[in-house]
Every structure is written in C-alpha cells, then in structure tokens.
C-alpha cells in the first residue's frame, strides 16, 4: 500500500509541475506577434487548454487520497515540517490563483486576436 501512496504523491507533484508549465507557456505565446499566434491556433492551443485543464482536475483527483494518506501516516510528522507544508500549499494556491489569471487573460487575448 505503500507504494501506492507514493505513486500518488509523484503523481501529484507532476501533474502540478505540468500545470504551472503550460500557463507558462501561455504567458510566452501570449507575447508573440499575431502572425506567429496564427500558426499555433491550429493544433497547439487547443492541446495545451486540454492539458492545462485535464493536468488541474487530475491535482484535484490526486489531492484527495494525498489528504487521506497523510491523515494515516504522516500526520505525527515534526510541527515545524506540518508549518513548512502549510506554507508550501499557501504558496501554491498562489500559484495556481495566478495560472489562472495567465490562463483567463491569455484565452480573452485569442478571442480579441491579440489586439
């Protein structure tokens, strides 16, 4: 069961990483030249709002059984390691509350064709 619980973990922080990747790759196409965006708007966009949104749903899926797992193991962990988890999700909902920002203001730029 361990494992699985590991699993999950990576899972986790991956579909995470990926998230925040492609609203950066958002934000760099977000700065290209409209003739430039043109060409991406074909196949390229259209794959990374899936993955964006597919990447999100599975943190959320993944999360759950995370919360679960810690309640059951990890849950006598050090207070000073509780705190610097705490902190690190406080940063990351952050961070998540930015990639949608990038994401929304990103997807309003495409619908105004980048006027």
């Excluded at 949104?53 to 993944?62: A, E, H, K, Q, Y």
């Amino acid at each position: 069961m361990i494992y699985v619980f590991l699993l999950n973990n990576y899972l986790h922080d991956l579909f995470t990483a990926t998230f925040f990747i492609v609203s950066l790759i958002f934000l760099l196409i977000s700065k290209l030249k409209r003739e430039e965006v043109e060409v991406l708007k074909g196949k390229i966009i259209p794959f990374l709002n899936k993955i964006f949104w597919v990447s999100f749903f599975l943190i959320l899926l993944s999360g759950f059984p995370r919360v679960y797992y810690f309640l059951k193991y990890e849950v006598n962990l050090d207070r000073n390691l509780q705190n610097a988890l705490v902190v690190k999700h406080i940063f990351l909902l952050l961070m998540v509350i930015l990639c949608f920002i990038i994401y929304f203001k990103f997807k309003k730029c495409l619908k105004n064709n980048f006027s």
